[in-house]
């Protein structure tokens, strides 16, 4: 298996391990993702998912280049369908993702990071769209989800050059949340325990909500954001919440 799910505690690790290709998205991997995922939204007692590649020198070099050599136009299609599909379901989990980019993050492994909720990087990281130098664009999700995060006039420069950008840069455009010194993993689960003792089902709907900004006029995304936030006020964990306050007591949310 190139795909390795762990689980501890209430965090899962899905990592990459494929070092000797830079952990290179082969379609066999795509599809492990694919399972592994699948596997994570059914874990009990996960509240959230770090993303890693193994070894100390990429995340994800991104697609594997041996295998696109001269397929046919559909079969090209649908491998940017599946991988497409595959870093969807990041989106739909019921828990937040955190791509933790220790070295290489480019095409395909960028896309992965930028499915993810959020991004950690490394001081020795590096992004890059460079499928333009294949005469190629982004097929995972990457001219979709860039501008949406930081903006079509420097998403475009980054996927028309192709150029790479350091985890200093990537950090101050927005790129990623934070970068960190030392053990990436030690400080991806730091991360994810600043948020995972809030309501599952109360932080799935923050995050559908965000999620639509970018595709809805102002205001139905307004009319999105009343509906969701009632959705939450009519949770137990809502009520359990504002009791707390009250109380003036820590809440015990209960995902419900
Ligand atoms: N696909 C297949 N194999 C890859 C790979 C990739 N994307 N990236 C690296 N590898 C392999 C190399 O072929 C090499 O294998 P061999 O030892 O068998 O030759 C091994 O990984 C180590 O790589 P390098 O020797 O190249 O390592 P380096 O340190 O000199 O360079 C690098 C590192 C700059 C990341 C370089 O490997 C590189 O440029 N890789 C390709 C990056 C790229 O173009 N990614 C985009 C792919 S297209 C895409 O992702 C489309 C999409 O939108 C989905």
Do not use: W
């Amino acid at each position: 298996m190139s795909v390795e799910l762990t689980h501890e505690n209430d965090l899962a690790v899905l990592s990459l391990n494929r070092p000797e290709a830079l952990n290179a998205l082969s379609f066999a991997i795509l599809r492990e993702i694919g399972e592994a995922l699948d596997a994570v939204a059914g874990m009990p007692g996960v509240r959230a998912l770090l993303v890693t590649g193994a070894g100390d020198k990429a995340f994800c070099a991104g697609a594997d280049i041996k295998e696109l050599r001269e397929r046919r136009l559909i079969d090209q299609k649908r491998g940017a369908e599946l991988g497409q599909s595959v870093f969807a379901k990041l989106d739909r989990l019921p828990m937040a993702s955190v791509a933790l980019v220790n070295g290489y993050a480019f095409g395909g492994g960028a896309e992965l990071a930028l499915a993810c909720t959020f991004r950690l990087a490394s001081p020795a990281a590096i992004f890059g769209l460079p499928e333009i130098k294949l005469g190629l664009i982004p097929g995972y999700g990457g001219t979709q989800r860039l501008p949406r995060l930081i903006g079509e006039g420097r998403a475009l420069e980054i996927i028309m050059t192709g150029r790479a950008v350091t985890a200093d840069e990537a950090e101050r455009i927005g790129l990623v949340n934070k970068v960190v010194e030392g053990d990436l993993r030690e400080a991806g689960a730091k991360f994810a325990r600043s948020f995972t003792r809030y309501s599952l089902p109360v932080m799935e709907f923050a995050r559908r909500a965000v999620q639509r900004a970018a595709d809805l006029p102002l205001a139905a995304g307004l009319e999105t954001e009343a509906e969701l936030s009632t959705l939450a006020y009519r949770t137990e964990d809502a009520e359990e919440g504002m009791r707390a306050f009250e109380e003036k007591r820590k809440p015990e949310f209960r995902d419900g």
